[in-house]
């Protein structure tokens, strides 16, 4: 088990039983590259409507850097912004958790998917509990990037290829990840 301040995380599947319908969304690169100066660092329109038919009519949760690249909030969405700067300010209809712990209260046991959209910390705080990830695999290597995605067990997971995308010079694919039962 990790502990992270007034939580924990364990990659033992038995250790918690929360909400089966978490799932991470994300644009990866080759070496697990998420982004660079508060923004991602990809261009892909296919991934961007992939991610907007996913989410759309969803909860979505995110970190406030996540959530500040956004540059506004996304249509027919609820948004959920995890972070430990008391009296964060968001526009009406923005919720805002102070901690894992709390946002684990009230929406672990939720009956709705549940999309995790990042960044990095936010990602590794939800990784042991989602039951199901869509990332995109871009076949680049973004040298410069600053914030990456945890490292994938390939072990725990089914996968299965959804879309392959050539666009804007570079080459991707879109994959569902579905944890094993153990």
């Not at 991610?51 to 996540?66: D, S």
């Not at 990456?148 to 089914?158: A, L």
Request: proline share 3%; with cysteine.
């Amino acid at each position: 088990a990790i502990l992270f301040g007034d939580y924990c995380v364990s990659s033992d599947p038995y250790f918690l039983r929360w909400n089966e319908m978490f799932t991470i969304i994300a644009a990866i690169g080759r070496s697990n590259e998420l982004g660079r100066d508060n923004n991602i660092i990809w261009n892909l329109p296919s991934d961007k409507k992939f991610f907007q038919k996913m989410t759309t009519g969803h909860t979505i949760i995110m970190g406030r850097k996540t959530f500040e690249s956004l540059g506004r909030v996304l249509p027919d969405r609820h948004h959920v912004v995890l972070t430990q700067e008391k009296g964060y300010e968001v526009p009406e209809g923005v919720e805002v958790i102070h901690s894992f712990a709390d946002c684990m209260r009230k929406y672990g046991n939720s009956e709705e998917e549940i999309f995790i959209i990042g960044g990095g910390e936010i990602y590794t705080m939800f990784m042991p509990y989602a039951q199901r990830m869509y990332l995109t695999h871009i076949n680049e290597i973004y040298f410069n990037a600053q914030v990456f995605f945890p490292h994938i067990d390939e072990n725990d997971w089914d996968v299965t290829t959804l879309e392959n995308i050539d666009e804007n010079g570079l080459t991707a694919t879109i994959k569902k990840y579905e944890r094993k039962v153990i």
